[in-house]
C-alpha cells in the first residue's frame, strides 16, 4: 500500500504495552488499524498530539436508554428506597419510548462517552418491542437506532441484544412492566441472525449475546441458545444485589455465581456483570474461569448494589473492566477512582489495587480495565500497538498537573487529581471524534435531547 495511504503521529508520552514510552510514533493504516509504534522516534512530518496519549477505554456495560433518566430517582419515600424501587421508576420510563427517541438519546449519550475516554461501547440491549409489547415491523429497530447513533457519534460498538424471557427465577412470568423486552429462544436467535449482516466486516461494529439474569432466564433456554453457538462475547447480568443471592438460594440452594459455575461453560467468551455479591469459592472459581468481572461503581453505588470484592478477586488473578451502565456517570476516572477508593473503605487501607509488577495503583487500574474492556468487547482494542484499532484519547498537555509529572505519577496524578475534562481529543478508528473538547455534534444533540426530554417530562 502507497505511503500515502497511513497517517503518522508523534507523542512525546504514550502508554504502551511495556509502559510509558517517550517520543512515540504511531502509524495509522487506511482502515483506521495501527500499523506500526516506533518509541524513540524523531517526530519528522507527523502531526503532533498536544498531551500524553493512552489507548482509549472500553465502557463493557451500557443500557443507553436510562441515561434519560439519570438524577431523576434521588428523591426518598416513607419506605427504604432500593434498587428494586428503582427499577419501578425505569420501567415507567420503558413504556414512553420510540426507537426515533432512543435514538436521540443514545446519540447525546454516545458522544458524552467519548469526552469521558471511552472509544467503544458494550451494548446490553433489552428494550426490543412496540409499548404493547409486539415487534416492530422491522424486528430490529431498536437495534438499529443504537448502531445509527454510535455510528453517528463515531464510538465502536458491541451490541449486545438480550435474551429475557421471565420475570424471576424458576420461569416466573414477567409482569406488564417487562413486556417489551420479552423473547423465544426461537425468536431471540432469528434476531441475531437478522443483525449478523449489520455487523459483520465492520471495523467499528461487533455483534454478541447476552442473557438477562438468571431471575429473567431458565436452564432450558440458556441451553437453547448456546446451543446455536452464537459468535463474539457473552454477557449476564448476576449477583448484583442480596435478595437477588437471596431468591436464588432459595429456587436452587445455589447462589447465582455458583449456579451459572456449575451448568454453564463460563470461560473468555463471558462477562458477568456486577458479580457483587459472591463468597469465598465463587471468587476463586471466577477468577479461574478467565471470564470477565464487568464492574460499574457508580451506578453499584448510586443502586445501593454493595462493593465488590476486588481485592481478593484480583489477588487471585481475576479480570475485570469497567461500565458505565445507567449513565449517573460518563467518567473513566470516576469509575476507577470510586473501585480503588470503595476498597479503601472496607479494608481501611490506602493503594490496595497493586501488584508485585505495579506499585503505581493508577497504572495498575487502567491497564487492567483496559485488558479487561477489550476482551468483554470481542474487539481488537486496549492498547496502542500494531494490530490493533487505532483508538486513543490524548490528556492536555498544558494541564499543569500533567505537565510536571513524570511517567511513575502521570496516571496517578489524573485519576486520583483530576477528571474527564484534562481529556482533549479522542480518536476512534483513526478518526479524531473529539478536538480540544468539543465533538461536531455537539449543538444538534444539545438541542434534540433537551426537546426530547422536556417531552417526556410532560408525558408522566
Partial sequence: MPDSYFASYFAEHALLAEGWRADVRLVVDAEGFIDSVIPDSPPGDATRLNGPVLPGMPN?????????????AEIGSARPDSFWSWRER???????????QVGVIARALYVEMLKGGY??????????????????????AMSRALLEAADASGIGMTLLPVFYAHGDFGGQPASPSQRRFLHSPDSYLRLLENLAPLCSGHATRALGMALHSLRAVTHDEISDILAADPAGPRHIHVA???????ACLAWCGKRPV???LDNVDV????????????????????AASGAVAGLCPTTE???????????????GGGRWGIGSDSHVSLDLVEELRLLEYGQ??????????????????????????????????????????????????????????????????????????GSKGQIRDVMVAGRWQVRDGRHELDDNNRSALTDLLRALRKAE
Avoid at 425505569?90 to 426515533?100: G, H, I, N, S
Fill in 267 to 286: 470461560d473468555e467468551r463471558w462477562c458477568l456483570i456486577h458479580a457483587t455479591h459472591l463468597d469465598a469459592g465463587e471468587i476463586r472459581d471466577l
Fill in 258 to 260: 455458583r449456579w451459572l
Fill in 60 to 72: 463493557l456495560h451500557s443500557h443507553a436508554f436510562q441515561r434519560a433518566m439519570a438524577g431523576l
Fill in 90 to 100: 425505569m420501567y415507567a420510563l420503558v413504556d414512553r419510548l420510540t426507537p426515533e
Fill in 301 to 315: 453505588a448510586n443502586l445501593g448494589d454493595g462493593i465488590f470484592a476486588a481485592t481478593e478477586y484480583a489477588a
Fill in 119 to 140: 472509544t467503544q461501547v458494550s451494548e446490553f440491549h433489552y428494550l426490543h418491542h412496540d409499548p404493547r409489547g409486539r415487534p416492530y415491523t422491522d424486528p430490529a
Fill in 240 to 246: 448484583e444485589q442480596c435478595k437477588e443471592v437471596e
Fill in 344 to 417: 479503601r473503605l472496607t479494608s481501611q487501607r490506602r493503594n490496595v489495587l497493586q501488584d508485585a509488577g505495579q506499585r503505581r495503583v493508577g497504572d495498575w487500574l487502567y491497564r487492567q480495565a483496559l485488558a479487561g474492556g477489550a476482551q468483554a468487547s470481542g474487539q481488537p482494542i486496549g492498547a496502542l500497538g500494531p494490530g490493533k484499532r487505532a483508538d486513543w484519547i490524548v490528556l492536555d498537555g498544558d494541564d499543569p498537573y500533567l505537565a510536571s509529572a513524570g511517567d511513575d505519577t502521570r496516571l496517578g496524578r489524573w485519576l486520583f487529581g
